[in-house]
């Protein structure tokens, strides 16, 4: 099964946490933040109003508490719209 984001939305998946510090200390999962940076999985078309400006593969940071959650297969992907990405990360 796969998901296909309809009008301006973006399939998003998180990018891995660090689970260590820059100093080499292992954090516990309860003490790792929610990762900011995302990897765009799929694309809807766009609108006239809101064109897709990002691509499959960038990765990108949106605003905290955007989209919606959802989880398949095990994996959890956010459902966002275009308008909520704040910035590509290269």
Known sequence: M???PLADRVLLKAVEAEETTSAGLILAASAQE???VSEVVAVGPGTDENPMTVSVGDKVIISKY???Q???DGVEYTIS???DI????E
């Open 34 to 36: 929610k990762p900011e």
């Open 86 to 89: 704040l910035a590509v990360v």
């Open 81 to 83: 719209e275009i308008k």
């Open 2 to 4: 796969t998901i296909k």
């Open 70 to 72: 959802v989880k398949l």
């Open 66 to 68: 955007s989209g919606t």
